[in-house]
């Protein structure tokens, strides 16, 4: 593996960690700004969204650019705007600099995937976005459990000066050790085949839906389900970083040897098991303690490991498909956003309606959505050419 694919790494793990770095202050956050847990819940449908909108937006005008000049840009704009939303003065303005946010957000994550796909032989190529793709893992893991300590020690306006120092941190990587990336040719035609790969954009959204409906709301599930508050949700928050490498090992490698379809469905069938016993355990059917707290860590490990599966297989396909095209990717950004914002306010509405234990009940009922759809919807897998 080419070691400067590590360094776009760090740019996914800078982004991750922001984009749940408030997670486990959540209900300490609402409080403070005087919101309901599920009003501050969508500080993050607002950074998803603007993502998802703008994206393919950011991609097309920036298109032709360096792809190491577009994360440049990207992260120096990440940068400022953490720092803004730590001196935020209310909810209002906290939402527009979050918003805000997700915009740079767009700029650079698809611009590390043409860059570490251009950087990886073919061969490698699924194994290649499968390592950008984790730095989501190592946020979960390391940077977002950071912020829940921070936060608990000194507030939940620490979380966002740590995201801070994580893009500051990214940005010199970048700055100092990737290369020049050209920009992909432009594709003969100028278009995109819609019709042959709105099946993988689809399986992007319905698979980050399920799995963020319950995710943002990880601080009221660790709280109902294990009895656990406090700086130790961030152990339950790294759970998510643990299987989320799982996942984009057994991704990789399921991406380099062609997997398809049955890969999909068995990885979203996992993905309703773990949030079936996130319904179990936030209904108490184990004593309080290490079994129920086993139980919750179980169900995260899960859900991760499944969602990180699909991600290689999906994003592997999709650059085989456009050649990479910078268009195509920021699109691909875009429903994964549009699905963490579906999930952000389902998870917000069953919380406000319902209470904690319909979350995973909502998650649940988007993993079998999204399994039956992709039954149907999804490709078969192309027969190997004799």
Request: net charge positive; aromatic share 8%.
């Amino acid at each position: 593996m080419n070691p400067r694919i590590y360094v776009l790494t760090l740019c996914t793990f800078a982004f991750g960690s922001a984009a749940f770095i408030f997670a486990g202050l959540l209900e300490e956050m609402a409080a403070d700004l005087g919101v309901s847990t599920a009003v501050a819940g969508q500080l993050q449908t607002a950074y998803v969204l603007t993502s998802a909108v703008l994206g393919p937006v950011a991609a097309w005008l920036l298109g032709r650019l360096d792809r190491r000049l577009v994360v440049i840009l990207g992260l120096s704009l990440g940068l400022v705007l953490h720092l803004a939303c730590a001196i935020a003065p209310n909810y209002e303005t906290l939402l527009v600099f979050r918003a805000f946010a997700g915009v740079a957000g767009a700029m650079s994550g698809p611009a590390a995937s043409v860059a570490a796909a251009a950087l990886a032989p073919p061969e490698r190529r699924g194994s290649a976005l499968a390592m950008v793709t984790g730095g989501m893992t190592l946020a979960f893991v390391v940077g977002i459990p950071i912020g829940s300590v921070a936060g608990a020690m000194f507030g939940w306006r620490a979380t966002f000066v740590v995201a801070a120092i994580l893009a500051g941190v990214a940005l010199a990587a970048v700055a100092v050790f990737l290369p020049s990336v050209r920009a992909p040719a432009k594709r003969e035609g100028g278009r995109l085949d819609l019709a042959g790969i709105w099946p993988l954009y689809l399986t992007s959204f319905l698979t980050f839906a399920a799995n963020m409906t319950l995710n943002l709301y990880i601080a009221p599930i660790v709280r109902v389900g294990a009895g656990v508050t406090g700086a130790g949700v961030a152990l339950f928050q790294s759970m998510i970083g643990f299987g989320a490498a799982m996942g984009l090992w057994l991704g990789g490698r399921a991406a380099d040897r062609g997997a398809g379809k049955a890969w999909v469905l068995q990885c979203i069938a996992l993905q309703g098991v773990a949030m079936s016993l996130h319904y179990a355990a936030t209904h108490q059917v184990l004593p309080d303690g290490p079994a129920t707290q086993g139980l919750v860590l179980a169900a995260i490990f899960l859900a991760a490991t499944a969602l990180f599966s699909i991600s290689p297989v999906t994003q592997s396909r999709l650059v085989q498909m456009t050649g990479g095209a910078p268009v195509a990717l920021a699109l691909n950004g875009s429903v994964f956003a549009m699905g963490q914002a579906t999930g952000a306010t389902l998870g917000g509405a069953a919380l406000a309606a319902f209470g904690v234990p319909a979350i995973p009940a909502a998650a649940l009922a988007m993993s079998l959505v999204a399994l039956v759809t992709l039954t149907f919807a999804f490709p078969r897998d192309p027969k190997p050419v004799a």
